[in-house]
Every structure is written in C-alpha cells, then in structure tokens.
C-alpha cells in the first residue's frame, strides 16, 4: 500500500511563502510524476503544478513565477514553495502521484490528509 502524506500547511499573510512537502510512504518501486493540486471554497479542484521523476515541471499560469515545484527523489518527497501569496491563493492542498508498484503496475494515489494553506 502507498501513502502521500502531506505537511507544511498553515496560515501565511499575502506576500508571505510557505513550503509544504509530501511524502510517500509504503511499498512502491518508485514514484513517477507528482503534483499539486488545490480547491479553493466553492470551486471544483485545479492543478497547480506537476513534476516528473526526471524534474520536469508544469505550473498553472496562475502561480508561474511565484510557486516552484521541486522533488527529492532519494526521499520520496515533493515540496512546493509558494511565494508572494496572494489571497486567491487560499485553499486546500492535496497532493498527488503516480506510484509503480513491485508488479510494475502504476496506481494513482492522493494524499490522506488535506493540507491548507491559507492567506489572512
């Protein structure tokens, strides 16, 4: 079984940053692609931005230039440092990633736990 824990949230004021990270955990053979994801109140869940094992990354127009993506493979771990938060930014974080398992079969997992940042 794979898990995403997700950590790091909490309240920031606009122009402030935040780093949280995700963490897989379990049994895997490795983590492909990974992201981002957040759903603002009353609106259905965006992508914010992706990144591949390799370390290629996609950010939604909405954050370029402001949020950065990045992974430590060895550690299973993603992070997100959002800086120069904006009120807009406000919402619930997930996490998400593409596990292949020992049987080299992928599987889609979402982290368990909501992570929300929010801006005052």
């Known amino acids: 079984q794979v898990q995403l824990v997700e950590s790091g949230g909490g309240l920031v004021q606009p122009g402030g940053s935040l780093r949280p990270s995700c963490a897989a955990s379990g049994s895997f053979f490795s983590i492909n692609a990974m992201g981002w994801y957040r759903q603002a109140p009353g609106k259905e869940r965006e992508l914010v931005a992706t990144?591949?094992?390799?370390?290629?990354?996609n950010y939604a127009d909405s954050v370029k230039g402001r949020f950065t993506i990045s992974r430590d493979n060895a550690k299973n771990t993603m992070y997100l440092q959002m800086n120069s938060r904006k009120p807009e930014d406000t919402a619930v974080y997930y996490c998400?990633?593409?596990?292949?398992?020992?049987?080299?079969?992928?599987?889609?997992?979402w982290g368990q736990g909501p992570l929300v940042a929010v801006s005052s």
């Open positions: 998400d990633g593409i596990a292949v398992l020992s049987n080299r079969i992928n599987r889609e997992v």
């Open positions: 990144i591949t094992s390799g370390g290629s990354t």
